[in-house]
């Protein structure tokens, strides 16, 4: 059977009908100034606007918008009632600081439009490192979207007037913007730069693909408001193909033709250039195009082993264990489909996993490893979501990070984790895409668009842990606000938004400073302070945290003593309490490898041993563990 798919190639809308077409989201603010003449001012909302660009007014009762987060929780309040007329622009203001209409007046003085109608909302906030902006009619459906990177502050989001993408930063007198009266703002709010003529940038291609295989076409448009797309076959319609991306999976006799797609925008439509798909019926092997992944999943959890193949005919499957044909029934569903699924998996499930693929023309296999452990104590134990105030205009790149601890007594592969901001959503989430190893008592940082190199440089190297992992992860939405967010993580067999191994909500930051976790109470959310819990202040800019620390490090264990008794050679050193130490040696400094003598817990400040030995050279080492 073969199956359309509509993909998304960048972000592109289903089709709607009539002037709903006509609407667009122009202008986000994500991170408002908090100076004045570059003095200290308070920091007004965030805000977006948006516009018709059609000819008839349209009542948005019943609309919603929201950021990044689902439908179910998106606003509808500030919609209520509200009439947008032709080439109008309307603001939708949060109201945490700007509470009313006069005091945003007062914010952007007299070039806002007298008659510019305002409305207020009380969440969500957008991430000043990057979010989204979607809105949805009274049925449902998604009327426009637009995602945006890291803000400068005090510069809003507005569009590109040649493309329409909201790429473009506002710059006073460029296309409408001004300065704003009571702080270090540019923006155009209530204002907008007319449309953006519509145009197609990249025309599909034709292609020939044997049968039982997949091929894709792809069309690439641009202009204001946002394009909209209509796939055709011989010059009808095609169901739901309505995305820039279209796939014809499993490709017969019957799919060859003329493909070409209809974009329109709601003020005008084109017509792609009309190309022909092929379909070789001859007899192919089959080609795998997706491997199986290895996976670590806890007790009872669902795990998945997906693969995909191309071939002529269409290739049957057969899954094994260790080498024998599994058969259909709990806990195996799928055992001849390209999808296995393992339910209620338990340690003994531990094992490899093969399946084999195989049509009349040819077979292959492909392998993937199970593990099974109970559910691992992984602790966030720090975010900073908030920089240094004098990070402002700097040119550094400080971005926002959290930290993973590994609590447990067993190592855990974070390959395949996921996680996401307030979402909470495992669609929108980031994943980790190789084998990444979290010791017991280790934690990992999680950094948004930063290298390790320069995170260590802003921290100081020589304050971290030597082997300190550094994930540098990005995405829209992912970025966690500075006024209250959350973050959540799943493991790789996760299928379930609610099956988390960990989550932390926090609250409005404190500017370089971070929320911490106080290791003797088992509490996330304290300010980090200097000193206590490994908390020190950052070697550029000034802020406070401990990353790659849940305690204060442990003072290098220097030997206080080395002294001959009668029963041999006492070496004494700095400890600390509850610490534990190993104590080497060798007999020539240019061996190949320490020998160990003994490894201790220490009772106190100092912890001293006896070598018995008669060797005549000795060199002795202690490390902390």
């Known amino acids: 059977m073969k199956t359309f798919v509509a993909l998304a190639c960048g972000l592109t809308l289903s089709l709607l009908p009539g002037s709903r077409a006509q609407l667009a989201v122009t202008e986000v603010m994500s991170s408002a100034a908090n100076t004045l003449n570059g ?6 909302s965030d805000y977006w606007e948006l516009t018709n660009f059609g000819d008839t007014p349209l009542d948005l009762t019943g609309y919603k918008f929201n950021d990044d987060g689902p439908l179910i929780s998106a606003r509808t309040e500030p919609f209520q009632g509200l009439i947008i007329g032709p080439g109008e622009s309307v603001l939708f203001v949060r109201s945490d600081v700007n509470k009313d209409e006069q005091s945003v007046r007062d914010w952007w003085g007299p070039s806002l439009p007298a008659a510019a109608q305002i409305r207020f909302y009380p969440s969500p906030g957008f991430s000043s490192n990057g979010d989204m902006v979607q809105v949805w009619d009274p049925q449902d459906r998604l009327v426009d979207a637009v995602t945006y990177g890291a803000a400068v502050r005090g510069r809003s989001f507005t569009y ?14 460029v296309h409408g913007a001004w300065l704003a009266a009571t702080a270090d703002d540019h923006g155009s709010p209530g204002v907008n730069a007319g449309p953006v003529p519509l145009a197609i940038t990249q025309q599909p291609a034709a292609a020939t693909v044997p049968a039982g295989n997949s091929v894709t076409l792809e069309v690439a448009a641009q202009g204001l408001p946002r394009p909209r ?9 095609l169901p739901d193909a309505t995305r820039a991306t279209l796939t ?4 017969q006799a019957a799919d060859a033709g003329l493909y070409s797609v209809r974009v329109h925008n709601g003020l005008a439509t084109l017509l792609s250039d009309e190309v022909r798909i092929t379909v070789d019926l001859g007899a192919t092997p089959p080609e795998l195009t997706q491997l199986p992944v290895s996976l670590w999943a806890y007790e009872g959890q669902t795990a998945t082993f997906t693969v995909a193949a191309l071939g002529n005919p269409p290739p049957a499957y057969q899954w094994q264990r260790d080498g024998v044909n599994l058969s259909e029934g709990f806990p195996y569903e799928g055992v001849q489909t390209a999808q296995l699924k393992i339910h209620n998996v338990q340690p003994g499930e531990r094992a490899t ?8 023309a040819g077979s292959t296999n492909a392998s ?17 979501s908030s920089q240094a105030t004098n990070a402002d205009g700097s040119s550094l790149g400080h971005q926002d990070w959290w930290e993973l601890t590994n609590l447990d007594d ?18 929108a989430a980031f994943t980790v895409k190789d084998d990444l190893f979290i010791e017991p008592g280790e934690s990992v940082i999680w950094v948004e668009t930063m290298t390790a190199d320069a995170f260590r440089q802003w921290w100081g190297a020589d304050h971290l842990p030597a082997n300190l992992k550094i994930i540098t992860y990005s995405g ?8 209250g967010d959350a973050i959540n993580v799943w493991n790789a067999a996760a299928a379930d938004d609610a099956d988390k191994v960990t989550s932390e909500v926090f609250s409005t930051a404190t500017a370089g400073v971070s929320f911490g976790y106080n290791p003797d109470s088992g509490i996330f959310g304290d300010l980090s302070v200097a000193g206590v819990f490994g908390a020190f202040v950052a070697a550029e800019l000034g802020d406070i945290g401990s990353p790659g620390w849940i305690r204060n490090p442990p003072p290098r264990p220097n030997f206080v003593s080395v002294k001959p008794t009668p029963a041999g050679i006492e070496l004494t050193w700095q400890t600390v309490p509850g610490g534990r130490y190993s104590l080497a040696y060798k007999t020539a400094l240019d061996a190949a490898t320490w020998q160990t003598l003994s490894t201790q817990t220490a009772a106190g400040n100092t912890t001293s041993f006896v070598d018995a030995s008669t060797d005549p050279h000795r060199f002795y080492r202690v490390q902390a563990e």
């Not at 797309?229 to 319609?237: E, H, I, L, S, T």
């Not at 014809?248 to 490709?251: M, P, R, S, V």
């Open 39 to 44: 003095q200290p001012a308070t920091q007004n």
């Open 160 to 173: 590109d007037v040649t493309t329409g993408a909201l790429t473009s930063l506002s710059t006073n007198g």
């Open 229 to 237: 797309y209509q796939w055709r076959k011989d010059g009808v319609d």
């Open 248 to 251: 014809i999976t499993n490709a």
């Open 353 to 360: 996993y093969t399946v084999r693929v195989s049509n009349v």
């Open 368 to 384: 993937a490893t199970l593990t099974v452990t109970r559910k691992p104590r992984l602790v966030i134990t720090e975010v900073l």
């Open 410 to 427: 067993f190592a855990v592969n974070l390959r395949g984790y996921r996680f996401d901001d307030s979402s909470a959503t495992l669609t």
């Open 476 to 483: 829209p939405g992912l970025g966690l606000s500075s006024a």
